[in-house]
């Protein structure tokens, strides 16, 4: 247990679905970042939160939109999403930008 | 953009053999952290590297940070099964951007 909670685990979509995943960490950390691992790729930045402002933006698509109402919960919210975009989606928070990045278990997405 | 590489990208060992994974940079690194992720699960931090020539051990496992701060090695001594997994190297760029390696998966036969 890292402190980083993820949910759900697993989640199946539809390309017009609309979905949120959700992250909450219990440490106590300043940053909070979304991460995307696909196979055999290195782990794709997407987005990164500093004292619940985002700081970075890795050219992300649209249809992906983050959101964070506090230092503690991070939401990545999916909109018409395309099959490429099934992965792993991993969560991290550390105690300030770019220090030891504590992993949540990740959502595995399935886009249909 | 800046890119850390790893190499190899497999490695499959018997037990009791050594392991090594290495990761370069193009260009200079502010550190570089290392975590290993077993299979199904998700990246853990082991440690992290700062200063130039660095060099830290956990037991069976050695890191190194090269002089120019552009690589980084990570090695195991006599493997064992509960090794098993992938290990990625994370370099911090210009101090505001963490670039992760593609990894090495490593599997060790009993």
């Known amino acids: 247990e890292t402190g980083v909670t993820q949910t759900p685990r697993h989640l199946v979509m539809g390309m017009t679905n609309k979905k949120s995943l959700k992250c909450e960490q219990h440490?106590?950390?300043?940053?909070m970042y979304w991460y995307k691992q696909s196979a055999k790729k290195p782990l794709e930045l997407m987005f990164v939160?500093?004292?619940?402002?985002?700081?970075e933006n890795n050219s992300v698509p649209s249809r992906f939109s983050p959101e964070c109402p506090n230092s503690s919960h991070l939401f990545l919210h999916l909109h018409t999403l395309q099959p490429e975009d099934s992965a792993l989606y991993l969560c991290?928070?550390?105690?300030?930008?770019?220090?030891?990045?504590?992993f949540g278990s990740g959502t595995q997405l399935s886009v249909l | 953009g800046q890119q850390v590489m790893q190499i190899p990208q497999y490695q499959h060992v018997q037990e009791g053999e050594d392991f090594t994974t290495y990761c370069n940079s193009s260009?200079?690194?502010?550190?570089i952290q290392w975590y290993k992720q077993r299979p199904g699960g998700h990246p853990v931090f082991l440690i992290q590297?700062?200063?130039?020539?660095e060099v830290k051990k956990q037991k069976r496992l050695t890191f190194q940070f090269g002089e120019a701060k552009k690589n980084s090695s990570l090695h195991i001594t006599a493997t064992q099964t509960t090794d098993v997994g992938t290990y990625f190297c994370?370099?911090?760029?210009?101090?505001?951007?963490?670039?992760f390696g593609a990894g090495t998966r490593l599997t060790v036969k009993p």
């Open positions: 590297l700062v200063k130039s020539g």
């Open positions: 991290a928070s550390s105690p300030q930008g770019n220090e030891k990045l504590f």
């Open positions: 939160y500093n004292f619940k402002e985002q700081t």
């Open positions: 260009t200079t690194l502010s550190n």
């Open positions: 440490l106590g950390h300043n940053a």
């Open positions: 994370a370099g911090l760029v210009d101090n505001n951007d963490m670039r």
